[in-house]
């Protein structure tokens, strides 16, 4: 259920209720033009990855500084996508079920939709759906250059799996997806690299034996906040699909440069806004923003501009806080958050307080929290 939003435009940061979810609206919109910018001087477009933020408000604003559309993992995030307006949406994501594909087809009547595939599996039960629904579905294989999840293998298995889908009446053959997960929290630039120029090797040599099939790829997709600059000089790919890079999160920020400090591109836009609310003994306090406010898969949120507070512990409603010697926290002092993770810390809340000089601006829907099908 759409919870009330914790905040009213006009309202000073510290009057919001907590926990909420902010959006620092400078840095974010630094991390936009930052990214837009970035982009223009290579070879490939930007998609930006719609898992992260899970709004329609978010994608037309990546739209406007020139992004080609929106990916996202599942259909009921690609519901959102399409019914707030954004027209062009890849699930970078095997779909299967029947009503799931239904639904996918049905949105192809509003905007430009694909998927994509690794097994004839998917490509018969798309096409299936596309057949029922009377559309044309693109479909992208999806190769696995490193990241051990889905995508068969590059080469000869992707080449036949792309002529299955041209074959079909019902679908159109899109490209390629390739995405290296694994590659964007490798901490140093060499990390990084090594991995990429891997993933880049593989879908050169598949694009080319497609190409000698007289199956051009329209896409070739993959990249995320951590590599996006490897894969946009590759010559090989042309979207890319970071996602985090307009929130960043406390696990990006440790990815390393060549001189070995934290990565600096993009700020910290994303916070969780959480309150005091017992402090029984010296050198601990306790918030109101545990497990269900945030999410700690890739560790404890950092506590913004206090390094004498850790953030160390989390229950379901409450998070611990060590305080270095010296320092006190009075019930009821709000703090900010740096989430470890910002995509499963999205899925936690219903709307976006936007910030600006001290002051709330603006309230965002987060339109597909919880679209898990």
């Given at each position: 259920m759409l919870q009330p939003p914790p905040a009213v435009p006009g309202m000073r940061e510290e009057e919001v209720d907590t926990p909420?979810?902010?959006?620092?609206?400078?840095?974010?919109?630094?991390?936009?033009?930052?990214?837009?910018?970035?982009v223009a001087d290579?070879?490939?477009?930007?998609?930006?990855?719609?898992?992260?933020?899970?709004?329609?408000?978010?994608?037309?604003?990546?739209?406007?500084?020139?992004?080609?559309?929106?990916c996202v993992q599942k259909v009921a995030e690609a519901e959102a996508l399409?019914?707030?307006?954004?027209?062009?949406?890849?699930?970078?994501?095997?779909?299967?079920?029947a009503s799931k594909l239904a639904r996918l087809a049905a949105l192809a009547h509003i905007a430009e939709i694909a998927v994509c595939a690794d097994d004839p599996v998917h490509v018969e039960a798309i096409a299936a759906a596309a057949r029922d629904a009377g559309v044309v579905l693109r479909?992208?294989?999806?190769?696995?250059?490193?990241?051990g999840r889905c995508g068969v293998a590059p080469g000869g298995a992707a080449v036949e799996l792309a002529q299955r889908i041209a074959a079909s009446p019902h679908l159109r053959f899109g490209g390629l997806q390739a995405y290296h997960g694994r590659a964007q929290h490798l901490r140093t630039p060499e990390?990084?690299?090594?991995?990429?120029?891997?993933?880049?090797?593989?879908?050169?040599?598949?694009?080319?034996?497609?190409?000698?099939?007289?199956?051009?790829?329209?896409?070739?997709?993959?990249?995320?906040?951590?590599?996006?600059?490897l894969e946009a000089r590759s010559g090989v790919f042309?979207?890319?699909?970071?996602?985090?890079?307009?929130?960043?999160?406390?696990?990006?920020?440790?990815?390393?440069?060549?001189?070995?400090?934290?990565?600096?591109?993009?700020?910290?836009?994303?916070?969780?806004?959480a309150t005091v609310i017992s402090a029984t003994r010296p050198g601990l306090a306790v918030l109101d923003a545990g497990h269900k406010a945030v999410a700690i898969d890739s560790g404890m949120p950092v506590v913004w501009g206090r390094e004498?507070?850790?953030?160390?512990?989390?229950?379901?409603?409450?998070?611990?806080?060590?305080?270095?010697?010296?320092?006190?926290?009075?019930?009821?002092?709000?703090?900010?958050?740096?989430?470890?993770?910002?995509?499963?810390?999205?899925?936690?809340?219903?709307?976006?307080?936007?910030?600006?000089?001290?002051?709330?601006?603006?309230?965002?829907?987060?339109?597909?929290?919880?679209?898990?099908?």
């Open positions: 909420a979810l902010l959006i620092d609206l400078d840095a974010f919109e630094f991390n936009l033009d930052t990214m837009a910018a970035l290579g070879g490939a477009k930007l998609r930006a990855h719609a898992k992260t933020h899970k709004s329609p408000v978010v994608a037309h604003r990546q739209i406007a500084r020139g992004a080609v559309g929106q399409a019914w707030g307006g954004v027209r062009d949406i890849l699930v970078s994501n095997q779909v299967v079920g479909v992208l294989v999806e190769i696995d250059v490193g990241g990390q990084r690299h090594f991995a990429i120029a891997a993933a880049v090797d593989d879908t050169r040599r598949t694009v080319d034996m497609l190409r000698q099939q007289g199956l051009d790829c329209a896409i070739v997709g993959g990249a995320g906040t951590g590599t996006f600059e042309t979207e890319l699909q970071a996602g985090s890079y307009c929130f960043m999160d406390a696990d990006y920020a440790r990815n390393l440069d060549a001189a070995g400090r934290p990565v600096t591109t993009f700020r910290h836009a994303l916070f969780l806004l004498d507070i850790r953030y160390v512990s989390a229950s379901d409603e409450h998070g611990k806080l060590e305080l270095a010697e010296g320092a006190t926290l009075p019930i009821g002092q709000k703090l900010r958050l740096v989430p470890g993770h910002c995509d499963p810390t999205v899925a936690r809340h219903d709307w976006y307080v936007g910030v600006r000089g001290g002051r709330v601006e603006c309230l965002w829907p987060i339109t597909a929290r919880g679209g898990l099908h």
